[in-house]
């Protein structure tokens, strides 16, 4: 069930990929602002990123180091930002695909 679903994001990904730079020839590009939690979106991705490179049997681990004056604020969860998050998910998943094909094992 987690390759099939890590199969999808893929396809999904360099499907997403294509039409960008498309859109971009075409000066069609736009942004997609919306609000997240920094820390939601980092564990999202790295959850799903986790299937992948396991199934690559590379072993993948995410820490995540917050500024101490900023500390509380994202304990209590009052952190959003906005930003085009799609995007911004699309150059990571693109990043840590490259980095999953020319990692060995371990």
């Not at 304990?75 to 020319?102: G, T």
């Amino acid at each position: 069930h987690g390759r099939i679903r890590a199969s999808l994001e893929m396809m999904k990904s360099v499907c997403d990929d294509v039409l960008t730079i498309e859109k971009v020839q075409k000066k069609g590009f736009e942004y997609f602002v919306t609000v997240c939690s920094p820390l939601s979106w980092v564990e999202e991705l790295s959850d799903l990123e986790r299937v992948s490179m396991l199934s690559s049997k590379i072993d993948f681990k995410v820490g995540i180091e917050v500024a101490q004056d900023l500390d509380s604020a994202f304990e209590s969860k009052r952190v959003a930002v906005a930003a085009d998050w799609l995007h911004l998910r699309q150059v990571a998943v693109n990043f840590l695909s490259n980095a999953r094909k020319f990692t060995g094992v371990g």
